[in-house]
């Protein structure tokens, strides 16, 4: 499988306590992105956060909180993720959803993409090698925007 250089990232903010069907939300939706074939998804756990309602979720020891702020990240293609939050909407009922435009630098064993980057970027970006995606930097639309 490959994803194109220029991707989306999907971030979807949801509790620990969330359930789809019985089963715990960011779970049905790992495995319904891998059913359709999306490129890979990563459940983080957050140690504190508050949403829309302001209620602050925290993992501090005299104020254990079973419902601590998970986030889920998936890289794809455009048309890949647009239709997937077509079909998340059958299945979160309260969360955010966010859309980030990322430039994959490496997926597997894809080579390196380094025509997309300057010769300049790569040593000041050594650190974002090992990472799946790198966000556009301020310049690089400021640059795109002036051709």
């Known amino acids: 499988m490959r994803i194109p250089a220029d991707a989306v990232l999907l971030r979807i903010f949801i509790g ?3 359930r789809h069907k019985g089963r715990p939300l960011h779970e049905a939706i790992v495995l319904r ?3 359709l074939h999306l490129a890979g998804a990563t459940v983080l756990r957050g140690p504190m956060g508050y949403g829309h309602s302001s209620r602050l979720h925290t993992a501090k020891i005299l104020r254990l909180s079973e419902d601590l702020p998970i986030i889920i990240e998936i890289v794809d293609a ?3 993720i647009d239709q997937f939050v077509i079909e998340l909407d059958g299945i979160i009922g309260s969360g955010l959803i966010t859309l980030e435009s990322v430039q994959v630098l490496r997926y597997g064993d894809q080579p390196w993409n380094s025509s ?4 300049g970027d790569r040593g000041a970006d050594h650190n974002h090698a090992r990472a799946l995606v790198h966000p556009p930097s301020r310049h690089d639309a400021l640059e795109q925007a002036a051709h």
Not at 116 to 119: E, I, L, P, V
Request: proline share 0%; glycine share 0%; hydrophobic share 10%.
């Open 78 to 80: 455009k048309d890949k």
């Open 16 to 18: 620990e306590r969330d």
């Open 116 to 119: 997309r980057h300057r010769d």
């Open 33 to 35: 992105a891998r059913e």
